[in-house]
């Protein structure tokens, strides 16, 4: 199993531009989530899906789209780049054992600059 | 969610026992304990959970309180390679969908020879 992949590791926006960030994973994990992670700081949750078809948001969810076509995708959608959505994005899946999602397993980040 | 407080920095001598304590005063009946690591900027790893009973697995031992109002995460043996910034989380997460796990600033633990 690769476990969770993100793609690109490394980008550069300039403000205004959108892109998507891609997440990935292979263990047929039905919960995926977005976290970001600024200089200094924890995780903080921007959206999350327990399926798909089914997303919702987290605390942080202002200016990312996302989509769940699929199980093995969910991926992060910046509609217009902000200088305040420089940070390292991380994704993470996660799957019930009975009525209880067990501990996420995360990827290995993507980190973008938005100048 | 719970806030936590966990000392900003620790040392340890690599093949001692690592103990990371944390104060989580406010949890609340439903919320779990989750300790995870970030080594250099990868990806957070999961290392262990627990609700009010001691928990032990191949990386380590949770220690909770019985009034469930701190914890410990005891690394038996460390080693360089623990050397991480380690976070202790309490959360609802285990039973409901978008309870986020609230990452503070964590304690980094530096393992030295």
């Known amino acids: 199993n690769a476990g969770v992949t993100q793609t690109p590791k490394f980008q550069v926006l300039k403000t205004g531009q959108s892109m998507t960030l891609q997440c990935a994973q292979d263990?047929?994990?039905?919960?995926m989530s977005w976290y970001r992670q600024d200089p200094g700081m924890g995780l903080r949750l921007i959206h999350y899906s327990v399926g798909a078809g089914i997303t919702d948001q987290g605390e942080v969810p202002n200016g990312y789209n996302v989509s769940r076509s699929t199980t093995e995708d969910f991926p992060l959608r910046l509609l217009s780049a902000a200088p305040s959505q420089t940070s390292v994005y991380f994704c993470?899946?996660?799957?019930?054992?009975?009525?209880?999602?067990?501990?996420?397993?995360f990827g290995p980040g993507t980190r973008l600059t938005v100048l | 969610d719970a806030k936590t407080t966990q000392p900003p920095s620790m040392d340890c001598a690599e093949g001692r026992a690592a103990n990371l304590p944390c104060n989580h005063s406010?949890?609340?009946?439903?919320?779990?304990v989750y300790w995870y690591r970030q080594i250099h900027s990868q990806g957070p790893q999961y290392i262990i959970h627990?609700?009010?009973n001691n928990e032990t697995n191949e990386m380590a031992s949770l220690i909770i309180t019985e009034d469930r109002k701190s914890s410990t995460l005891i690394l038996p043996h460390a080693t360089l390679r623990d050397t991480a910034v380690y976070y202790c989380i309490v959360s609802n997460a285990i039973n409901q969908a978008g309870s986020a796990l609230i990452f503070g600033k964590g304690t980094t633990l530096s393992v030295s020879s």
């Open positions: 627990g609700l009010k």
């Open positions: 263990m047929n994990h039905e919960y």
């Open positions: 993470a899946s996660s799957f019930r054992r009975g009525v209880q999602y067990n501990e996420q397993f």
């Open positions: 406010t949890i609340s009946g439903n919320e779990y």
